[in-house]
């Protein structure tokens, strides 16, 4: 193996690490987002801008690195495939539906417009964040899914000499 093999080896382990770390930062993000009291930050009462700001956030970083850690440890030698420019569409459908629902009342398309009160985290905000999620995680699973190709001789059969009967 030549150093520049053993190179290219280093970097795609950096890469998946640094998705790995983005999904942790971004999850940590949408934690103290969805509940900023775990750092004693609940300073509006019900939902903020600002919390709903730091939850997207949380989410779109979540979601980078889960690109980033898949695309690390993909075969790159292989032609992208169909089902993997299907998944990152969905990673990005997921995430527009998240972040239009989680600001559909900043947005003026909820039922709590900002003139009128505070931003309200209601039912159906909270199942489009949930459908944005589960959309954003099948885009995902496509894109990263693994695949192996069938080697030619799968079915050759290799006869070792040393069990063979003289």
Known sequence: MSEQDSGSGKELSRLARAG??????????????????????DLSPGVGILQL????????VMALGGYTYAYATRHRAMP???REKI????????YTVCAVSGLADVLGIGS????????????????????????????VLLYAQRYSP???????HSVDPSDSEC
């Open 80 to 82: 992208h495939r169909l």
């Open 20 to 41: 790995v770390a983005g999904i942790v930062f971004g999850f940590t993000s949408f934690l103290i987002g969805m509940f900023p009291v775990i750092v004693n930050l």
């Open 150 to 156: 069938i080697p030619q001789d799968k079915y050759r």
């Open 87 to 94: 998944g990152l569409r969905l990673m990005g459908t997921g």
């Open 53 to 60: 700001i730091t939850i997207l956030f949380g989410i779109g």
């Open 112 to 139: 709590h417009n900002i003139p009128r009160g505070l931003p309200y985290f209601g039912l159906w905000q909270s199942t489009g964040l949930v459908c944005g999620l589960l959309l954003i995680g099948i885009g």
